[in-house]
């Protein structure tokens, strides 16, 4: 019986080594995480909008917060909303260049094209944290 149930899993496994990877489920990977991405580009666009009216009413900032030089807010409310921008904008680069059908494509070409495009998503993803997470921290001081 033992001898029966070993030589199960070696032919399981000797079948599960050999099947070639499909396309589809690294495709399907990718999708999966550009969903996840996109639920943080909720929260970057949140960001761009409040430091965007932050710069619209800076009077209103100063007589909130009147020990603030708003001269120097104003040009660190325009590099962060910037990096906001330019981290967005990569995401809408990938997304008009990604290209699920891949059609005339063999199967380990677009794996390896799915692979390559699942690493620049989470190049993305990496950049929206960092931006995330640094202008949450500035616009925390202004309890905003």
């Not at 080594?17 to 996109?38: A, G, L, S, W």
């Not at 932050?54 to 590099?79: N, R």
């Not at 680069?93 to 380990?108: A, I």
Request: with cysteine; hydrophobic share 40%; charged share 30%.
């Amino acid at each position: 019986m033992k001898l029966f149930l070993a030589a199960i899993v070696l032919v399981t496994g000797a079948v599960a080594c050999t099947q070639t990877p499909n396309y589809k489920t690294e495709r399907d990977e990718v999708m999966k995480f550009h969903d996840t991405v996109m639920e943080d580009h909720g929260i970057l666009v949140n960001n761009q909008m409040k430091l965007d009216s932050m710069l619209k009413d800076l009077p209103a900032l100063k007589a909130k917060f009147p020990a603030t030089d708003t001269v120097k807010e104003k040009v660190a409310m325009k590099a962060t909303l910037e990096r906001l921008n330019g981290a967005e904008e990569l995401m809408n680069d990938w997304m008009h260049k990604f290209e699920p059908d891949v059609t005339g494509k063999s199967n380990e070409d677009a794996i390896s094209y799915f692979k390559a495009e699942r690493i620049k998503i989470g190049k993305i993803d990496s950049l929206y944290k960092a931006e995330i997470q640094s202008s949450d921290a500035y616009l925390k001081q202004f309890k905003k």
